[in-house]
């Protein structure tokens, strides 16, 4: 985890949010979509899709060699999930803030109002994924959205607007 840069601008960015498998099937996702509004975020486009584990092996590159790494995959695989571009001035930054610490167990208590407090278990449950640097938010916005879209098994596409 690194966490966080800003580009401290106060222009519009954008950051890469996705809804985890955990948070799907857990019908957590109007919620955090409701969070996500009313903290002033407009979602620019979102779509659900199933991650086979190359896609995942690929998003998760950076952690190939962690202890975690397999169980990671299996579980990013292991549903749908619900990847959506945010766009806010310093939406890197606001959007890591909002979500919370990696570990959710920890975040009931030092970040109870956070969303991984809401929706999250532990370490690796944590329900929600948000880009932690402007350089990775474009990486990942681009492997979902304009790269290789059609790599994907795309369940459901809405587009809010352009790119
Ligand atoms: P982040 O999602 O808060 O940026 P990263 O360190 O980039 O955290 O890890 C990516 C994801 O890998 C986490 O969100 C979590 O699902 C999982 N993960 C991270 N550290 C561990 C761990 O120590 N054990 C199990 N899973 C982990």
């Not at 519009?12 to 996500?36: A, F, H």
Request: charged letters at 25%; aromatic letters at 8%; one cysteine or more.
């Amino acid at each position: 985890l690194r966490c966080c840069s800003s580009n401290g601008s106060g222009e519009k960015e954008r950051t890469l949010g996705i809804i985890k498998p955990d948070g799907l099937s857990g019908n957590y996702s109007d919620r955090i979509k409701q969070v996500i509004l009313e903290s002033g975020f407009n979602i620019n486009k979102e779509m659900v899709i199933q991650l086979d584990e190359e896609n995942a092996a690929n998003f998760y590159a950076e952690h190939s060699s962690k202890p975690f790494f397999t169980n990671l995959i299996k579980y990013m695989t292991s549903g749908p999930v619900l990847v959506m571009i945010l766009e806010k001035e310093d939406a890197v930054i606001h959007w890591r803030e909002l979500i919370g610490p990696t570990d959710a167990g920890k975040a009931k208590i030092t970040h109870p109002q956070s969303l991984r407090a809401m929706c999250g278990v532990d370490i690796e449950k944590n329900c929600v994924h948000g880009s932690d640097s402007h350089q990775s938010a474009q990486r990942e916005i681009a492997f979902f959205f304009k790269e290789a879209p059609s790599a994907f098994k795309t369940e459901a596409v809405r587009k809010h607007d352009e790119l």
